[in-house]
């Protein structure tokens, strides 16, 4: 078990891996930031969902935009308030801050706390900034984010970019190239972890039926599956099941600008160029195979609260 920082743009499936997360870790706090919503909404829904799923963890107001681009829109296919529009939402959008709390756990509890970032790395990229003696006191960053075409698993807002990391490229590019000890969870992997609307509803979790409603049937028109991509949950399975994980080790950049802006690209072998935008820059561990039946029964046990076989 490990102490957590959790941050997120919380949307569904934020919502279905902070549940998991809550069962398998010990939560520090839950650090929000914009994206898949707005960070007054993200600030709301963590603060909802938590209450919800009797999750007693404080709660950070992060970034409310990115480092350089202006903000695009936010996510649609988690409905219009992040979390299906499922419930009215009276909670206050006013929070302590984000990346002043990253730092000063950090700081506290050197070569102890691992981040888990889910969202775009804007607030992850402001405490190392601020903060750059923290870097080799965080114990690990896992982040669900990127996608380096496995089995043609390239980007989901563009044909190179996946969400998380093209929200903020540049936050990306810099926490990615930092010494910070990285392991990327990719859609390489997240495509691969699938559930069915069935099983979703068979865990028994009326909060999780409530609010998936907008996502399955964003993936029934877009994928035809009737199903959910497990997305960021495969964050924590990294950290409940790395052996469910194969992964490959290189630098790593962010394109910023163009047609490819916010493509994740990592060195393979010697270059040949005359430049080397990779030079001096550490090797972070990325996930390209993963264990789909393990991950997924893990997954299905512990929200169903069954030891054993899954629903
Ligand atoms: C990522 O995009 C977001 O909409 C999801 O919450 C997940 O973090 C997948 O690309
Ligand atoms: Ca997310």
Redesign the pocket.
Known sequence: MRTLIFDT?I????AFALAFAARTQRLLGITTVF??VAVGQAVKNARLFCEKMQIDVPIYRGCSRPLALTPSEP?K??GEDGLGDAFVNPYSDIAPGAVQFIIDSVRAQPHEITLVA??PLTNIASAINQAPDIIPLVKELVI??GAFGTDGHSG?VTPFA???IWKDPHAADQVLSSALNVVVIP?DV?HNVLISSEEVHQLNQPVLSAIVRPFLAYSLQKEGFDGMAL??TLAIAWLCQPEAFRLVQSPLRVITEGIACGQTVRKIGPLASREDPFHHLPTQRIALGVDAALVRNRFLCTLSDRNGSPP
């Open positions: 743009d949307g569904v499936d934020d994206g898949n996510a296919l988690h889910i969202g669900m984010g989901n996946e969400f998380n859609l997240t997305h960021d």
